[in-house]
């Protein structure tokens, strides 16, 4: 807990140290909660976050039947081999599972139930919605889609600002 470090309404800048809030580790998972100070509880505000502290950098391309995800850390930028990648649903649901090859690449099947991708390297895990701020939509680049049933015609439309980015590449 920390006490009022500041007057009402001063902005403030509060650092953490992480590694001893997480016991010594560099990676993990912490809770934070901010409440206002005062008499009148009913006048309080509170602002939470779950704050992830992780090394494991993923990305990933879906499809219709098959997710393609690529696990890398983040301080070096090399691939992590041999990382467990799951594709979980709800209630902790584990919907598919791999593991990753010397490239970092998972291919995990796809049903289209997984709402989180989660990957584990060692004591580190990184959790992630898959439809989320993570996604890049496709109106933003002029493009419409059609959910309707499939045509006779055929369209392709590629773009790319370095893709799906692998080091050395």
Do not use: C
């Not at 139930?113 to 993570?134: F, Q, S, V, Y």
């Not at 496709?138 to 600002?161: A, C, I, M, P, Y």
Request: aromatic letters at 8%; charged letters at 25%; a negative charge.
């Amino acid at each position: 807990e920390i006490k009022k470090f500041g007057g009402v309404d001063d902005p403030a800048e509060l650092e953490f140290n992480w590694e001893k809030l997480l016991g010594g580790r560099k990676t993990g998972v912490v809770f934070v909660q901010a409440t206002s100070t005062g008499t009148d509880y009913r006048a309080q505000t509170t602002s939470q976050a779950v704050i992830q502290l992780t090394d494991i950098g993923l990305i990933w391309k879906e499809s219709e039947k098959e997710i393609f995800a690529h696990a890398f850390s983040l301080s070096t930028g090399k691939p992590l081999a041999d990382s467990v990648v799951r594709l979980m649903g709800e209630e902790d649901k584990v919907i598919s599972k791999g593991n990753t090859n010397i490239k970092g690449v998972a291919k995990l099947k796809n049903s289209g139930e997984a709402e989180w991708i989660l990957a584990k390297n060692g004591n580190d895990t990184h959790l992630l919605p898959l439809d989320g701020d993570g996604e890049v939509p496709l109106w933003r680049f002029n493009v419409t889609q059609s959910w309707g049933g499939s045509s006779e015609t055929k369209r392709l439309l590629l773009f790319t600002d370095r893709g799906v980015y692998k080091p050395g590449e």
